[in-house]
């Protein structure tokens, strides 16, 4: 008689997807800001690369959450079912101080999706608009400019931006809200001449 085997031992733990690395360049966000044509998303887009906020946690902000002298908006409820305090920074405060108030209290007063799907479309619009750019000047349109991005990869950008910034792992998760350095991994890119500068 053979030597039975336990099935456990057969069962292969799923991989973890492999984390996305794309990267906005500034010059797409800004095309992308230009092409809109939604009310918010001018505001939203540089917004959420100083925050780092979840869409849900934007499209959820309330004023009464809002505190300009302190630099912080409190997420009363995040993915992970805790509340955080996010500080907000100097180009933050701004975007806030500019854009007028609702008289539902909201910020920005749009559901998720509306920001997903605002993004898409402006993306759309942007690389239309290059490659008309590209076809008067006689050029070759680069296949990657504006192709391949998300609002979520937003908040990759913001991540990875603390990190060159300076912050340490613990003092971007208290901004972030991920609960594991391996979560902050997955969603942080850094480039490698950044890090060339701090080996001087």
Known sequence: ????????????????????????????????????????????????????????????????????????VMLPETKNGEKRIVPLSTAAIRILERISRRIDGKVWGVEPHSISQAFRKALSRA????????EEKGQKSDPSFLVDLTFHDLRHEAT????????NPMQVAAIT????????????????????????
């Not at 979560?183 to 001087?200: F, G, N, S, V």
């Open 1 to 72: 008689m053979g030597v039975l085997l336990n099935p456990v031992t057969q069962i292969r733990k799923p991989r973890m997807p492999k984390a996305r690395d794309r990267r906005p360049k500034p010059e797409e966000l800004d095309r992308i800001v230009d092409a809109t044509e939604s009310s918010f998303l001018p505001d939203l887009v540089p917004f959420a690369v100083e925050t780092a906020m979840r869409q849900g946690e934007l499209a959820g902000m309330a004023w009464e959450l809002v505190d300009l002298k302190k630099r912080t």
């Open 160 to 167: 990875s931006r603390l990190f060159e910034k300076g912050l």
């Open 177 to 200: 809200g991920h609960k594991t350095l391996q979560m902050i991994k997955r969603y942080t890119h850094l480039k490698a001449e950044d890090l060339a500068e701090l080996l001087k």
């Open 127 to 134: 690389r239309k608009a290059y490659e008309k750019e590209c």
